[in-house]
Each structure stands twice: as C-alpha cells, then as structure tokens.
T-cell receptor, first 117, second 110 residues
Framework: GAVVSQHPSRVICKSGTSVKIECRSLDFQATTMFWYRQFPKQSLMLMATSNEGSKATYEQGVEKDKFLINHASLTLSTLTVTSAHPEDSSFYIC?????????????FGQGTRLTVV | QQQVKQSPQSLIVQKGGIPIINCAYENTAFDYFPWYQQFPGKGPALLIAIRPDVSEKKEGRFTISFNKSAKQFSLHIMDSQPGDSATYFCAGNTGNQFYFGTGTSLTVIP
C-alpha cells in the first residue's frame, strides 16, 4: 500500500513555543491530507482537511490560528501547533488518500506524540 | 454525534478464540467501511474493508460481515494470536470524510 511518513514521531517542547509536524506521502501525490488528534484510549478526532494550494478546512471547535496547516506541495502537509500549552499534549496523526481509481483507502502516518511541559 | 457506534470497548480472548467486534451506523450515504488496527504509539493501519453491496469479505484470518438492512457490520478474527492484541477501529466513509468508531481494545491471552 501507499506510504505516509510523519515526522517527528515524538517531540517535547516548552509551554509557549511552537512545534511543526510534517506529513509526507512517499510514493504518491496527495491533493488532500487529513489531520487527526487522538487522546489516550479514544478514537481519532478529525481536526482539519488540508488541501494542496489552498486553505485548510477546519472542523468545528478547532482553532485555526493555533493549529496552522500548510499544504504547499502534493507530497507534504505540515501542522504547526503555535504557542503550545500542556493541554495540547496529544497524539497527532495525519492521513492521505491514495489516488487509485476505484478506491477510497486512507493511509495513515505513524503519528506524533507531542508533550508540552 | 457519534456516526459510527462500536462495541465492545474492550475484549479479552484466549489464543485461538474468535473475537467479534461490532459496529452500527446511521448514515446511509456511507459507501465504504474499513477496519483499522492500531498498536500503541503507532498510526492506524488498514486491515480490511467492505462496500455495502457485499455481505461478507474475508482476508486471511479477518472477516467482515455486513448487514445493510440493519446498518451493522462486524469484524471476526479467526484463530486469534497474541500478536493481534491491539486497538481496532471501524469506520464509515462518504465523500472525503471518514467517521471512526470509538475503538475496541483487544487482548489475546497466550
């Protein structure tokens, strides 16, 4: 299957700083990528849909000024958590749809564990 | 509103047993139903998926049973192994959106 790579896998940052998470589609071009947040023992919560060359679409309740998304190329989307606070500590996961005709499969990155201290 | 309801929340079976995880949905626009397997600290990985025009799909030890009229589908894991211990998520898809169930934590005891 298609490969989605996410980096870093773990990051610890100080409160008030910003952290950037990268999501790359390694063997296909993704016009759309998705960012999720997952709390311990809970399901994936869609934060935003990232569209190449245009503004991201944020889900209700997600602060777009806090969670900056950039999708500058067909293989890279980034999520920047600005002015991070301890409550932003979570597992962040990206996914992308592989443009294979007849399929709607979504492939996920390995996730990024963010800890804000 | 939870568009896909999943049960049980957790499940413990002996090695060789057949755990069954159930999901129910309301949105009749869903046209694709995948199951994902997630290990701690990792992203979800696609396990098996089904479309609503099929009542059953089998891939290796994993089987999806789909009941369109009841709007329910389930995952069966045959001859379960300790390595199957993970969290399993069902999902429904329409358009560009995936809606995930709340997850089932499966433990297979050796």
């Amino acid at each position: 299957g298609a490969v989605v790579s996410q980096h870093p896998s773990r990051v610890i940052c100080k409160s008030g700083t910003s952290v950037k998470i990268e999501c790359r589609s390694l063997d296909f071009q993704a016009t759309t990528m998705f960012w999720y947040r997952q709390f311990p023992k809970q399901s994936l919560m869609l934060m935003a849909t990232s569209n190449e060359g245009s503004k991201a679409t944020y889900e209700q309740g997600v602060e777009k000024d806090k969670f900056l998304i950039n999708h500058a190329s067909l293989t890279l989307s980034t999520l920047t958590v600005t002015s991070a606070h301890p409550e932003d500590s979570s597992f962040y996961i990206c996914s992308a749809r592989a443009p294979v005709p007849g399929t709607v499969e979504a492939f996920f990155g390995q996730g990024t564990r963010l800890t804000v201290v | 509103q939870q568009q896909v309801k999943q049960s049980p929340q957790s499940l413990i079976v002996q090695k060789g047993g057949i755990p069954i995880i159930n999901c129910a949905y309301e949105n009749t626009a869903f046209d694709y139903f995948p199951w994902y397997q997630q290990f701690p600290g990792k992203g979800p990985a696609l396990l098996i998926a089904i479309r609503p025009d099929v009542s059953e799909k089998k891939e290796g030890r994993f089987t999806i049973s789909f009941n369109k009229s009841a709007k329910q589908f389930s995952l069966h894991i045959m001859d379960s192994q300790p390595g199957d211990s993970a969290t399993y998520f069902c999902a429904g898809n329409t358009g560009n959106q995936f809606y995930f169930g709340t997850g089932t934590s499966l433990t297979v005891i050796p």
